[in-house]
Structures are given as structure tokens and as C-alpha cells.
């Protein structure tokens, strides 16, 4: 997967070495903005299906880059959706034609955004094909279609385009960075983008010109296969599950071994929201490492060992189940579940009241580097890492799906609002995925790392043999995020 | 499912009615050994495949039983298979033509048992069904194997027998309570009976020679997918997974409300493990709630209710995970990732340890039937019940899968040795599951019955609609309980 390549008649495609393996992407940015027009050959409509997380910022954004172009940007809600009305407060309406029923946008759309919930996807699929018009491209933003028509054994639609444009973010960062790319050429949450289907030629360019449009500052290429596997696998883990897990079973073990509540919550949770995710995000792994003294970097050491080892198991399982469609499935079927029994909010439990407190009293109090927690975190996230490049993804797909979007994306949003209120508001796929496997994180942590730990001959980071930190100062995910760190956008995220 | 009928040429076939539907069995005993060999027809020779669980107990118990008879039992094993020795260690040999390598005693049995682990037959089946001698039942003790076979789009092998008998215990106690039942007549763990195929009229027979063999008092009819359904969820859920999940989270609980840890173990643990499955063994869930003062059975309703609710989901999840064949892809995946990382124990953690701690001075303390805990337990429990009726399963089964293998023969080798235990003892396909759900049950129990509890008005039950403990009190399965307990081996189980 790692040396695809790909022509564009429209942009240019650059080249970057990320360890050892050529990869190509688009440089975007909004001088780009004026050419979109013409990659968009053939298409005078853009149909964005649904109003989840990535609709909004998706047609939003499409409609501002393409504005006073010849294309229309239209959103298709099922019929009597209560979303209706935040589209219209978004400024499209049934009065000019950019708001309609789902299937009447998908007839009279050039090219359609199938952005709906996976569930619903995997509900609405064949009447959605059939009501695509004669040379019309179909566009996702993921592949879990993909992962569900396997399982069925169905295909993608005979005759039509498809394409994949996915942004490595949710939508509300899409849309956040693209507002504040006015001020800032080249703001915007990188993308990358597949081409499943090209009868015609022109599939490429339309998937460029869709990543360029939404913001993407830099477009990378991948399968939908590739995407969905690692971005399924992505959220499970260290993303956002593992994340919930990892924070649970450290605030157990800071407040088992004396500590106050509130400072217990600082050293797990609020430790991985800020200073780490901001210290991996400027400086990488490597750079949470250099920061701590030498006592500091012992216990980092020996927590980054033991969680490596706790939690690869686990990150094998999720992959596996992921790649054989087991995963997929079982989402498939809680749709039907979900209509009976909601899935109810996690953040009622005493820590994440407390985590509410403690961020309510910001600024009162500092947030250390707690280094047992930075070890833990990144033991997981680069284990997360090892395991997608064993399985053959592109680096700059594992890059995005296990540090980028957690550090630049999901983390600045945690700290704002909690880990909590994150889980309950993700896509279906994600909550469902986090539910399930950030207690499995949690168990693995606690019954496997922390006894370990606590097992060492005086706890001394020299006394156990630390096979998988001794990998992780010459690791190559240093170098890619250090080259794909001149990729981030030029500025940093501002959560509202 | 539930009216199914069968006839038997060589044993009485009796009715019984279980909450308004009717069930057919058929009654074991020492006294119907003689008559084995008839109803083994056309079987000279059965070849028990595999030495895990069943294996040992099946083999055993079926050579005494038919101890002079023209039939043989022969242990089939993988060549240089590290059980051999256990084999000959319980006589079998290959000196008498009882002991030798699986595919040699497949190819020379009439009846072959296939008994090795759910991964092993998903990988072998086809040699298995290949190497099946003309006119031989294949016999299997769980119905993992349809479920896989399902999943692949494959058939059982044309053109033979095909019957399973399931024992509603592990292996250890099919053997113990068999070894009792030389004292007194009828001790043996119950079976469920299936006809899969029957080519040539014989399968039914030979399905209820098999079970009586093995020492079942009584045998009910089911059919392999029912029972496997019905036995991967119910391990998934009370049995085994569910379990150990409430035993963490009420632990914690405990502790963090003041408990000494070991008090919050007696309570949280011991209190399961001892006087409320002895309780509902003899008593029923109605023995237990009768069983407590008035204020208790406030503590309990409110516990019960909150259970009920917080697992009702999860219980649902399991099941569409296991009737759709996702757990069991699952579990076929994990096996060539479990010779890369074997399953390491989970009884590290400090909690394990005081509970071995506890044990160790068994007899200088009282262990309370604690109302929040028998709450907590019964509510999972009666909601797995519910599920499993709502899926058509036969009364029978569901009060097996949920209730009697757990308080007579689960639970007092978890009092015996310890829930941690258990769990790292059971076959492979349990031990998957429990890693999977154990921390699900534990996480919907804190986060949603504790809190739910915990933000009562006042705390009393009076406050709250108490919607699921209302139709406890009337609940068909203490009925079902009441009638099935006559079915009970005459015996309790003594674990050694």
C-alpha cells in the first residue's frame, strides 16, 4: 500500500521520504480555491447527504470555496429530519435549492457526499446507488461502507465513479481550522483520499479538488480500505478508547496509592490532554521524553514498557477484528439495538465529576508532565503504531490515525470539554467502539502493566530488561512525525 | 424451539411442563447402563477426539459405563500431543488399541467425539469429516462448530449422523459428580441432546446413549445452535464474564465507600461465590429475596432493578454479536494470535490477592448474604433470562445457561479457588470472552446502575419506579426453578 502512486491533471503532486518509502501528495491552501471549478469538470452539483459530524463542515466549507463558482453546494436530509433546521440556520434552504429530501438531492447531484451515519449507510446503500444519476461520482468520507459490502458480498455501484475524501478529523475541527484559514492561508485538517472507482478519468482531480475544498492544507493517498481499517482501529484505540481507559486505570491507581482526588485527575487526565498532547504535537514522542530529568525518564521508561506489552495483544485483537469485518458488523447490528436501548452517557461515574471540577478551576492549579502517565500513553500509541505498519499502512496514514489526530484534533477537544462529553458526542461507530474497548484497555493496563510494574525488584527501571522501550529512541515514527510535523497547519487549533 | 419433539426406541421419553410450555426428556442412571450397548447399535468403537475439558471426563465416564460391554472408548490425540501422557496416566493405551493419534482413531470409530478446542475444529473440520469411516455419527459437545461452519457458507458432512450432547458443566464436574454417582444412583451432570442429521434412524438413540453414559440424570432435546447461542452467551454473561465484572466493580464500590478490602471482598465476592449460589440452588431467586429482612429487600429491589437495566443492552449485544457469528469469527481470529501472546493470568491485582488472602482463613469469618450484592447478581441474572426466552430458547436451557451450571457448577469452584481462577482455567472460547465482557459488565454497572442508585432521592426504593424488579416478584423462571430443582443430581457437587 505504501508506494502507490497517482497523476493529476490539475494540481501538483509532490513527493516526501517518510522512513525510507516514498509517499505523493497535494499541497492545498486557498489560492487553490480558483482552480477548483475546473477539477470539478463535469460537476455543477454537489449533493452533501446527512448532517452528522463531517455534513455540516463539509458543506459549509465546499459551499465558501466554491462560492461564485458555477457549482452548487446542496444538503439532502431524510424527509421530516430535525436537522432541517440547523441546515437552514447554516444558510441553505428549500427556497433556492440547496436543501431537500436525501434521494432528491442524490438524483440531481453531480457529485454525491454520502456523509450519513454508518448505520445508516449500511441500511440506505442499494437505494442510494440506484437513485445516483447516469455519470454521477459517489463520495465518501470513510470506508466503512466499504468493510459492510464485504461482509455482504456486494460491490460499489457498476458505471459510477467513487472516491474517498477523509478528512483526519472530526467535523467540527474541519470546520473550526477552515474558518480560521481565512485569516491564515493553508489552515485546514489534512485529508486523505482514495480512488475506489474511475470510469472516466476525471475521479482524481475530483477527489483533489473535494480535499482542497474542505481545507485540506496536505492530501495524502490511500485505499478505503486502508482508511476505514485504520481509522476504526484508530478510534478504538489511542485515539479515543484507549485514551478512556488509559485514564481510568491511572486515576484508580493515583488515588489507590494516597492521592487526592483532584490531583489524581490532574496526573491522568488532565496530564495526556494538555502537556502531553501538546508536547507530542510540537515535538513528538521523543520530545516528551527530552523533557523529563533523569529519575523522570526511568519511570517513564519502565511504564512505556509494560503498557507496550499490556496493550499489544489488545491492539491485535481490534485490528484483526476490524480487518475481518467482525467489528463491522457487529456496529451493523446495534443500529437495530440502539432504537431500544440509547446508548446513555458515561459521564455520570464520580471521576469525570471530579474531572468536571478540575476543569472548572483552570489556571488555579499546574498541570505536570507526570511521566508514569507519559510513559503509559505512549507506550499504548506507539504499539498502535508498530501494529499498522506491520500491516502494511502508509506512514503518513499511521502517522494521522495514531498521534496526529489524537494530539492536533481530539485532545485539544478533550481538554476543553472532557474525555467524557468526547465519547458521548462521536460518531455511532466510534461510541460503540470506545464503549467496548476502552474497559478492555483499563483491565489490560491494571492486570497486566501495573503488576508488572509493581512486581520489579525495587522498581527500578534497570532491573527489567525493557524490551519495548529499548526499540523507542532510535523509533522511525520519531523522524515521520518530525517530517510530517512541517505538514501540520500553520496554526493551532482554537476549540470554542 | 421450545416444542420440539423426539422417540426413542430403547429409552422412556417423560414430558414436563415449564412455565405453560411443554419439554421432553428422557431420565439417566446407573441402572440404564446395561442397556447402552443396544441403543449404541451398529457403535463398536468410540473414539473421544481431544484431552481439554471434556475430553478426559467424557472418555472416562463412558468407558465405565459401557465396562464390559463389546465397546471400546479410544482417545484420539495429536501426534507428540503433551496430553498423551495424561491419557495412559488415566489407562488408556496404545497397547489395547485405546489411546493413538486423532486421525487413526477418527478412521477406525463408529462414533467419534469430537471434543478438542472450539479453534482446533475450526481449523481441522475438514480432515475430521474427511476422515469419517462409512456409517459413523460424529458426536460434538458444543455447537461452536455450526456457527463457524456457518460463517465459511460450509455444511456438515454428507451422508452421516451428526449428534451432539452438551453437559451443562465443565468437564472436572461431568467427572466428579459421575465419580459420586457410583454412590448414589443418578448423581452426573445434565445434558442437552441434538439430532442434527440422522441418515439411518439411529442418531437419536445414540445421542441419549451417549448422554446417559456420561452419567446425565436428566437429558434435554435443543439443537446445536440453540446451544451454542444460548452457551457463549451465557458464559459471555452470569456464568463466567458477567461474574467477574460485578465482582470488580462492587469491590470497588465497597472500598471506596470505607470497606477494609477484605470485608469488600467477602461482600463482593464471597457473598456470590457462597450463600447466594447455594441459595438460589436450593431456593431459587424468590430463596434469596425471602431470605432477607425488610430493609434489605428495599437495598435489594433498588440494586436489582438498576442491574437489570444497566446489563439488559450489554446482554443484548452479546447475543446478536454471537447469533451473527462476529464472537465467533472473533474467537477463530484469536487463535494464531494466541501463539504469539498467550493469555496471560488475570489473578495479579491486588484484589485477586486478597481474595486468596480471604480463602486462606476460611471459617474465621462470616460471610453475609449481602442484599446490594445478591441485587446486583440477580437483576444480570433474571436479564439474561429474559433474553433468552425472548429468543425462543426451551425453558430448560435458558434455566441451565443461566442459573443451574452457574450456582451448581461454576460458582463453587469459583468458591473453592477463586473467580480469577475460573477464569484462567476455562476452555479457550470462555476465557476469550470473559477478557471481552468481563469489563463491559463492570463498566455498565458503575456507570450506569451505581449512579442511577446513587442519585436516588433519599436512596429508597419507594422513590424510584423499580420497572424491572416489579416483574420479579411474579417472574415465570422461579416456576421453572422450582420444577427443574426436582431435576437436580441427588448430590451436591463435592469440588475437591
Known amino acids: ?33 480558483s482552480q477548483l471549478p475546473d477539477a470539478f469538470e463535469g460537476v455543477d452539483r454537489i449533493g452533501v447527504i446527512g448532517w452528522g459530524s463531517q455534513g455540516p463542515a463539509q458543506a459549509q466549507n465546499l459551499r465558501e470555496s466554491l462560492e461564485g463558482s458555477r457549482i452548487k ?3 439532502g436530509l431524510r424527509a421530516g429530519s430535525s436537522s432541517m433546521d440547523e441546515a437552514r440556520a447554516a444558510g441553505f434552504s428549500e427556497e433556492d435549492g440547496t436543501l431537500g429530501e436525501m434521494f432528491d438531492v442524490i438524483r440531481s447531484s453531480d457529485l454525491v457526499l454520502l456523509l450519513i451515519a454508518d448505520a445508516a449507510q449500511a441500511e440506505l446503500y442499494p437505494q442510494v446507488f440506484d437513485a445516483l444519476k447516469p455519470g454521477a461520482t459517489l463520495g465518501l468520507s470513510h470506508g466503512f461502507l466499504l468493510g459492510h459490502l464485504a461482509n455482504q458480498g456486494h460491490s460499489l455501484p457498476a458505471g459510477h465513479n467513487v472516491v474517498g ?19 491564515i492561508n493553508g489552515a485546514g485538517i489534512n485529508c486523505s483520499f482514495a480512488v475506489e472507482q474511475d470510469v472516466d478519468g476525471r475521479a482524481t482531480d475530483i477527489a483533489l479538488a473535494w480535499a482542497i475544498g474542505l481545507g485540506s492544507p496536505y492530501t495524502f493517498l490511500t485505499t478505503l480500505v486502508s482508511e476505514y481499517r485504520s481509522d476504526i482501529y484508530g478510534e478504538r484505540g489511542i485515539l479515543l478508547g484507549a485514551v478512556w481507559g488509559i485514564v481510568e486505570c491511572l486515576y484508580r491507581r493515583y488515588t489507590s496509592e494516597g492521592a487526592a482526588p483532584d490531583d489524581a485527575f490532574i496526573r491522568a487526565c488532565e496530564a495526556i490532554t494538555g502537556p502531553i498532547a501538546r508536547t507530542i504535537s510540537s515535538s513528538g514522542f521523543l520530545g516528551v521524553y527530552d523533557s523529563l530529568n533523569d529519575a523522570e525518564q526511568q519511570v ?6 509494560a503498557a507496550y506489552a499490556a496493550s499489544e495483544p489488545l491492539l491485535a485483537e481490534i485490528y ?3 480487518a475481518s469485518g467482525a467489528e463491522i458488523l457487529s456496529v451493523v447490528l446495534a443500529g437495530e439495538r440502539l432504537v431500544k436501548f440509547p446508548m446513555p452517557p458515561i459521564e455520570g461515574t464520580r471521576m469525570w465529576k471530579v474531572g468536571g471540577d478540575v476543569r472548572a478551576r483552570r489556571g488555579s492549579y499546574e498541570v505536570p508532565l507526570d511521566p508514569f502517565t507519559a510513559g503509559v500513553f505512549c507506550g499504548v500509541a506507539v504499539a498502535q503504531v508498530d501494529l499498522l505498519i506491520a500491516h502494511g499502512h502508509p506512514w ?3 502517522a494521522n490515525e495514531s498521534v496526529i489526530e489524537a494530539v492536533d484534533s481530539l485532545l485539544p477537544y478533550m481538554h476543553a470539554r472532557g474525555v467524557a462529553y468526547m465519547v458521548d458526542n462521536c460518531s455511532t461507530t466510534a461510541r460503540l467502539g470506545t464503549r467496548k474497548w476502552a474497559p478492555r484497555f483499563d483491565y ?17 527501571a534497570g532491573a527489567h530488561a525493557l524490551q519495548n522501550f529499548s526499540a523507542f529512541e532510535r523509533h522511525p515514527i520519531h523522524e515521520v512525525l518530525r517530517a510530517v510535523g512541517k505538514m501540520r497547519p500553520p496554526v493551532d487549533i482554537s476549540v470554542k
Do not use: W
Open 165 to 183: 475524501v477523509c478528512p483526519k478529523g472530526m467535523g467540527p475541527s474541519v470546520r473550526r481550522l477552515y474558518e480560521q484559514g481565512r485569516e
Open 320 to 322: 484483526d477484528d476490524v
Open 73 to 75: 453546494v446542496a444538503v
Open 1 to 33: 500500500m505504501s508506494e502507490a502512486v497517482f497523476n493529476s491533471r490539475h494540481f501538483e503532486v509532490e513527493t516526501i521520504e517518510l522512513a525510507g518509502k516514498t509517499e505523493l501528495f497535494v499541497r492545498g491552501g486557498r489560492h487553490l480555491f
Open 396 to 398: 503518513s496514514e499511521v
Open 444 to 460: 489490560a493496563l491494571e492486570q497486566q502493566a501495573f503488576t508488572a510494574i509493581d512486581s520489579d525488584d525495587g522498581g527500578s
Open 300 to 305: 517513564f521508561a519502565r511504564a512505556y514498557d
